[in-house]
């Protein structure tokens, strides 16, 4: 089962832009169309738990991913809207993100913004008793 998965994303990943997921796909699919259904319809519950729970610090990003990849594996049209995708985003970093002066400054800026939202959101959960009560600091 290691071995198989490794394989996969070793393929995956040395597939050409543009044509990875359409083949992924192909070595994917389930002939099965009652179990296809089952994955596809698996793949779009993990999206929507991970926008659901967008809120709490966890791995919702890749909840996101691995239900692209359910739904792209068993899914023709979302695999070729997975490629254009990942088309548009190599060329848009290409044009306008590698030549950008002032990425660094973006990136310290949004880490910023990213630690003040979770000082704001610890300092709710503080004042609203949320927190746990074996925590040091909880009265």
Not at 46 to 65: D, E, R
Not at 75 to 103: C, F, I, L
């Amino acid at each position: 089962m290691a071995n198989r998965f490794t394989r996969e994303l070793r393929e995956l990943r040395d597939a050409p832009p543009g044509t990875r997921f359409q083949e992924g796909n192909e070595r994917t699919r389930v002939d099965n169309r009652a179990l296809r259904v089952v994955l596809v319809v698996l793949g779009f519950a993990l999206m929507v738990a991970a926008a659901v729970t967008f809120w709490v610090p966890g791995p919702n990003f890749v909840l996101v991913l691995a239900g692209l990849a359910l739904v792209g594996g068993q899914s023709q049209t979302v695999a070729r809207a997975m490629d254009r995708g990942e088309v548009r985003a190599r060329r848009w970093n290409t044009e306008v993100w590698d030549p950008y002066p002032h990425k660094g400054r973006v990136r310290v800026l949004g880490a910023l913004v990213f630690a003040a939202v979770v000082a704001l959101l610890a300092w709710v959960a503080y004042r609203q008793g949320w927190l746990p009560a074996w925590l040091p600091f909880v009265d």
